[in-house]
């Protein structure tokens, strides 16, 4: 692992959400440890058995606590074992969970099921909640810490294959304000970083996430940022050059968000045209 800045040196933290090593979180551990942290991973039992975390366990010298974050008991367990292991609180949570069954099984969004609905919301959002007041219910944050949630533009703008994961990153950074506003007087920051379509397992897997992520490589002067480019930035967050900033949606897209059309897309489209004419 080549050699950091010691941004996060004496920093300890948790990591939710790495499954293998085309993810973001797992990319955001190894940058955590280049940076010298030390941390916790974390995802759901089904998620570990299907994923690759025992390799980045052992790449970082990181416990692995499998945690289910839509069960209060489960949460409160991770939170005790890691106050346990540290011997004290952590500096920095990633929360990088995101799951919709309605978007794996391709249901419409106009005909989404309810249940399926609910079980979005409370992974995908509700649980930075819950995994929050846990955490500072048992003193495990520590003053002058950062949260960050990994979110995405559908919160604003509609994509229609994402469904109803717009509307759960929509409450994932309503949560993060709400949240944010009360941990302040701590020093604690927590803000989402809202990512650009990357290529990663749980990426791919959306219907449509090839013409997603040309369309935003397109659009953006700097084309889409990567999931190491994604993890530096982040690292920022959690590293004390942020410390201000907080109950913020930072956009890391590469100018997607600002920008209107490229002239490359518009020479494109004319050519398109002037063949069918």
Known sequence: MSEGYGLLKGKKGIIFGALDERSIAWRIALACKREGAEFVLSNAPVALRLGQLDALSEATGAPVIPCDVSSDNEVIDLVNKTKEHFGGGVDFVLHAIG???NVRKKLPYTDINYQWFQQSLDISA???????????????LNDGGSVVALSYIGA????SKYSDMNDAKALLESIARNYGSRLAPRGIRVNTVSQAPTKTSAGTGIKGFDGMYTFADMIAPLGNPSADECADYCVTLFSDLTRKVTMQNLFHDGG???SGISEQMIEDLAKVYANEE
């Open 256 to 258: 997607f968000v600002t």
């Open 156 to 159: 604003q703008r509609i994509f």
């Open 99 to 101: 799951m919709s069954p």
């Open 126 to 140: 509700i649980s930075l909640h819950r995994i929050l007041h846990h955490a500072d219910e048992a003193g495990l």
